[in-house]
């Protein structure tokens, strides 16, 4: 019986890794948006909220989630606020991922491809929580020129300077060397749709 491939997308801010994920979508696969997982636990997850607030005090969380201005006031100004965050989180994500993977096709939404098709996880991150690299066949990473993903960025209402304290926030999360052992795919998102929807044909052998 064929196997199905757990498949990890990440790429550094701006480089475009949720359009992939939405081309993928289009073509029927599951795709897991980690981000998206992570503010529906900070909703939704009891346990979750119930650790937060003893870690950092009530006050870092809203009703409809935590206080974001909160943790981006801390969590950019020092790192062992934003890793202890990450370490209270992060249990919780793998556990959702884990059931992602397990789903029958099925009872996923909008999944219209067979249980043995591949499963997608988008996530920004990746590398800086190995049990979830763990579980993965693949990882694909999408790239583009730091310029360019800095124009995304302001473009999408960033300030320049926010834009490129994140860039560098994130420098270095991707490369390779994160990676050990796993099967590595870099996609180039720099020439638009129908470049990426070529490099994703042969991705996907179609």
Known sequence: MKTMRKIGITGTIG???SFVSSLLRERGYAVLDTDSKVH????GCKELRAELAEAFGPECLAEDGVNRAFFVERAFSDKSVRNKLENTVYPYLTQAVQAFFNEPSG????????????????AALLSRVP??????DEIWIVDAPEGTRLER???RGMAPEDAKRRTLDQAGICDAARFPGKTLHMIENSEGTQ????QLDSLLGG
């Open 131 to 136: 049990e979830i690299v763990g579980m993965l």
């Open 195 to 198: 470049s990426l929807n070529r």
């Open 15 to 17: 480089a475009g890794k």
């Open 107 to 122: 009872n996923i939404a909008g999944n219209e491809k067979p249980a043995s098709q591949p499963r997608f996880l988008e």
């Open 153 to 155: 960025l302001v473009a």
């Open 40 to 43: 529906e636990l900070y909703r």
